[in-house]
């Protein structure tokens, strides 16, 4: 009858087949979801992010040497597509109009027609280039989401799509909350951030993703000759 109970209680262990980051303290939790996020080749992140005092839909897949993705703001629709150093912008009309009125230099209505439906190369001088490379940038964009604010707490455990997570909170939650796998590497799965500044899933870890430039006949390689504005 010993041997029958000490068994039920065994099939109890909240932490029975799971790769054991549930046993330890938030901060080391936090530790091993960097490190393997670090170590990953690629991962998919989807969700929205305040950036900026802007609000972003994204659906970004992300690479060791590039990127490829969708973002979306209340005004416009874009993709983004970066090789190595080169970074494409392919924009619906809403977003050029916006760039358009708020720079004169694209006031050139040929011009800005031209864009619509093309990849624009944009060189690394331009304002735009600075405001998202970032979204292309596993390594960038890693650092700034993973790190949460506020003494650290476990949370809840739970799952997402079928994985055993385990929550670790900020700030009882105020400073951002971060799901992480129970199963297999220590991935981060979901992270809500500080301040209600946004909600992003992290989900393909290690799938392969597809990068390369589009066909010259789909690309504009502004150069130096328009700056498209901040």
């Excluded at 972003?56 to 897949?61: A, E, I, N, S, T």
């Excluded at 494409?88 to 439906?117: I, Q």
């Excluded at 060189?123 to 600075?130: G, K, M, W």
Aim: charged letters at 25%; one cysteine or more.
């Amino acid at each position: 009858m010993l041997a029958g109970a000490l068994a039920g209680c065994a099939s109890k262990d909240p932490d029975a087949g799971t790769n054991g980051v549930g046993k330890l303290p938030a901060d080391k939790i936090q530790a091993k979801a960097q490190t393997a996020a670090r170590g990953a080749g690629t991962v998919r992140l989807s969700g929205h992010l305040v950036s900026q005092g802007r609000t972003y839909k994204l659906d970004m897949r992300l690479g060791p040497e590039g990127a490829r993705g969708e973002l979306a703001t209340k005004a416009a629709t874009f993709q983004l597509l970066r090789v190595g150093g080169a970074l494409y912008l392919k924009a619906d009309a809403g977003f050029w109009a916006r760039e358009k009125s708020a720079n004169p230099s694209t006031n050139d209505e040929t011009a800005v027609s031209k864009l619509v439906g093309k990849y624009v190369k944009v060189p690394a001088s331009d304002p735009v280039y600075r405001r998202f490379s970032g979204f292309t940038d596993k390594g960038v964009l890693l650092s700034s989401l993973l790190g949460l604010h506020g003494t650290l707490a476990t949370g809840d455990r739970g799952t997402l799509d079928g994985t055993r997570t385990i929550r670790i909170a900020a700030g009882q939650g105020a400073g951002g909350t971060l799901d992480v796998s129970l199963e297999g590497k220590p991935y981060p799965l979901r992270l809500r951030r500080a301040g209600g500044a946004g909600e992003v899933r992290l989900t393909d870890w290690e799938k392969p993703v597809e990068i390369q430039a589009p066909a010259d006949s789909q690309i504009i390689d502004y150069g130096k000759q328009i700056t498209l504005g901040d």
